[in-house]
């Protein structure tokens, strides 16, 4: 079914789209993509090429496809971490479907700078085959930072791309993502001046996605939104670091997120630093809005090294570590898996049985000394509907903090949700997803506590 977005947002984008400038870039449609020959085999041809749609990324069925990844830290300096084992644990512990190999290009040790260039290829490239053999996808990361400016170092990237997309481009698994982070006074318009020549390279050999970089550290995606390259399989990416990035940029990325497909190939539970104190409040925040609009996420970092951004504890063996040696990020990432495991379940079980109405609780967290719990409900309808009403009575007390997709009032232990007018015609079987609230209580709320009743 199709994704139904929060009426409030809709208004919103829709003014906002039209005060929009087009965009003034030339028109380089992608050519098809050529198999290369030494391409790597390839258990990971299972896995499904992503594309994008106008402000998705999609599977191969056209279904929105949402991108869980883990970065590593810098190749160069933290290479131990490319092993099975530690593939093992993203992908059966964590349930993560990405890894990114982040390969700067400038700091100490850098791909154009210092670093040892075979070596660091060498690394990548056994990230690569661990992606491929796990089928997972790969996101290669030009980690431009301290560099600011990708243009600084397009002779290196164009060479650097060619290598790659002639070599890997054709495996469905592999995502190319051309500058990490531009900063400093480094302009949309240098980005698109960097993008314009990197991407018809790649594109010679790969029409996989292509995740481009916005000034101001990955964080002005207003301005891809203003101005969009004209290739198809393009996303736009957008980094926050919880503890330092609010709801200003929540709100940035609010306005935009139905405008172009939008990526966070990069996000830390800790400050910007990637050191300093951990705000998971923040941070669910983050996961609940990216959550509604299917919008991919890849964690920094994957590492031991002594900062708050690392999933392992500092002195970890990387190439032998369990569970137990997680850091309070890495126990963070872990629980967002149960989470989502516990909701997958309900929505398999939700799926067995017949009751009309499904009711979810997809996160929780503490706020004020309340207890705020996130709830999403389904509805399948046993007969035509032209409007539909469910009403949910809590064992306690609720309010109403945020909801979308539905009308919503609360009272006393009871709320009620009305249909919108552009949900309300439900036919025989159908199923409605994404219709989601926010409720306040003192205690935790136990869902199959929630009574739910469809009329
Ligand atoms: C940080 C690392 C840190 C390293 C530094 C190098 O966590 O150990 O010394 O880079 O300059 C980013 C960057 C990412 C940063 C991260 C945290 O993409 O390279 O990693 N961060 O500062 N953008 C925002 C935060």
Same mark, same amino acid.
């Given at each position: 079914?199709?994704?139904?977005?929060?009426?409030?947002?809709?208004?919103?984008?829709?003014?906002?789209?039209c005060?929009?400038a087009?965009c003034?870039?030339?028109?380089?449609?992608?050519?098809?993509?050529?198999?290369?020959?030494?391409?790597?085999?390839?258990?990971?041809?299972?896995?499904?090429?992503?594309?994008?749609?106008?402000?998705r990324?999609?599977?191969?069925?056209?279904?929105?496809y949402i991108?869980?990844?883990?970065?590593?830290?810098g190749?160069?300096?933290?290479?131990?971490?490319?092993?099975?084992?530690?593939f093992?644990?993203?992908?059966?512990?964590?349930?993560?479907?990405t890894?990114?190999?982040?390969?700067y290009?400038?700091?100490?040790?850098?791909?154009?700078?210092?670093?040892?260039?075979?070596?660091?290829?060498?690394?990548?490239?056994?990230?690569?085959?661990?992606?491929?053999?796990?089928?997972m996808?790969c996101?290669?990361?030009?980690?431009i930072?301290?560099?600011?400016?990708?243009?600084?170092?397009?002779?290196?990237?164009?060479?650097?791309?060619?290598?790659i997309a002639?070599?890997?481009?054709?495996?469905?698994?592999?995502i190319?993502?051309?500058?990490?982070?531009?900063?400093?006074?480094?302009?949309?318009?240098?980005?698109?001046?960097?993008?314009?020549?990197?991407?018809p390279?790649?594109?010679?050999?790969?029409?996989?996605?292509?995740?481009?970089?916005?000034?101001?550290?990955?964080?002005?995606?207003?301005?891809?939104?203003?101005?969009?390259?004209?290739y198809?399989?393009?996303?736009? $990416? /957008?980094?926050?670091?919880a %503890?330092?990035? *609010?709801?200003? !940029?929540?709100?940035?990325?609010?306005?935009?997120? #139905? +405008?172009?497909?939008i990526?966070?190939?990069?996000f830390?539970?800790?400050?910007?630093?990637?050191?300093?104190?951990?705000d998971?409040?923040?941070?669910?925040?983050?996961?609940?809005?990216?959550?509604q609009?299917?919008?991919?996420?890849?964690?920094?970092?994957?590492?031991?090294?002594?900062?708050?951004?690392?999933?392992?504890?500092?002195?970890?063996?990387?190439?032998?570590? $369990? /569970?137990?040696?997680?850091s %309070?990020?890495? *126990?963070?990432? !872990?629980?967002?898996?149960?989470?989502?495991?516990? #909701? +997958?379940?309900?929505?398999?079980?939700?799926d067995?049985?017949?009751?009309?109405?499904?009711?979810?609780?997809?996160?929780?967290w503490?706020?004020?000394?309340?207890?705020?719990?996130?709830?999403?409900?389904?509805?399948?309808?046993?007969?035509?509907?032209?409007?539909?009403t469910?009403?949910?009575?809590?064992?306690q007390?609720?309010?109403?903090?945020?909801?979308?997709?539905?009308n919503?009032?609360?009272?006393?232990?009871?709320?009620q949700?009305?249909?919108?007018?552009?949900?309300?015609?439900?036919?025989?079987?159908?199923?409605?997803?994404?219709?989601?609230?926010?409720?306040?209580t003192?205690?935790?709320?136990?869902?199959s506590?929630i009574?739910?009743?469809?009329?």
């Amino acid at each position: 079914m199709k994704k139904i977005i929060p009426f409030k947002f809709i208004v919103f984008g829709f003014a906002f789209a039209c005060i929009l400038a087009g965009c003034a870039h030339q028109n380089n449609a992608p050519t098809q993509a050529t198999k290369s020959s030494d391409q790597v085999v390839k258990k990971e041809e299972g896995l499904s090429r992503l594309s994008t749609t106008k402000n998705r990324i999609v599977d191969e069925s056209g279904n929105p496809y949402i991108i869980k990844g883990i970065s590593t830290h810098g190749l160069g300096w933290f290479p131990e971490i490319l092993n099975q084992n530690s593939f093992d644990h993203f992908k059966n512990d964590f349930k993560l479907n990405t890894v990114r190999l982040a390969l700067y290009t400038a700091e100490n040790g850098g791909y154009c700078t210092d670093g040892n260039k075979k070596q660091l290829e060498q690394t990548l490239e056994k990230g690569i085959k661990l992606c491929q053999e796990n089928e997972m996808y790969c996101v290669i990361d030009w980690h431009i930072l301290s560099d600011q400016n990708p243009l600084d170092h397009l002779s290196e990237s164009k060479e650097f791309f060619e290598k790659i997309a002639k070599q890997y481009g054709s495996s469905p698994n592999i995502i190319f993502e051309i500058c990490n982070e531009p900063n400093g006074n480094t302009t949309w318009q240098d980005v698109c001046d960097y993008a314009n020549q990197i991407i018809p390279i790649i594109r010679k050999y790969s029409n996989n996605l292509i995740l481009v970089g916005t000034p101001n550290w990955s964080q002005d995606i207003d301005q891809a939104a203003q101005a969009p390259l004209d290739y198809e399989n393009i996303a736009y $990416t /957008l980094h926050f670091y919880a %503890a330092t990035h *609010k709801e200003d !940029l929540r709100a940035k990325y609010k306005a935009v997120v #139905d +405008q172009i497909p939008i990526v966070v190939s990069e996000f830390g539970i800790c400050d910007a630093s990637g050191n300093g104190t951990i705000d998971e409040e923040s941070a669910n925040a983050w996961i609940r809005l990216l959550d509604q609009y299917d919008t991919g996420r890849i964690l920094w970092n994957a590492s031991n090294k002594e900062e708050a951004s690392s999933i392992l504890k500092p002195g970890t063996d990387m190439a032998n570590w $369990t /569970l137990d040696d997680l850091s %309070a990020s890495g *126990k963070w990432l !872990l629980l967002q898996n149960k989470e989502h495991n516990q #909701d +997958q379940k309900q929505e398999e079980k939700a799926d067995k049985t017949n009751d009309p109405v499904t009711v979810l609780k997809v996160n929780e967290w503490e706020k004020d000394e309340k207890q705020e719990t996130q709830i999403s409900i389904q509805i399948t309808a046993s007969q035509d509907l032209s409007t539909w009403t469910v009403d949910l009575e809590f064992d306690q007390p609720v309010q109403i903090t945020d909801h979308w997709n539905c009308n919503a009032q609360a009272s006393k232990n009871q709320i009620q949700l009305t249909s919108m007018d552009y949900n309300a015609n439900l036919k025989k079987d159908q199923t409605l997803k994404d219709i989601g609230l926010i409720v306040k209580t003192n205690r935790k709320i136990d869902s199959s506590q929630i009574k739910a009743h469809l009329k």
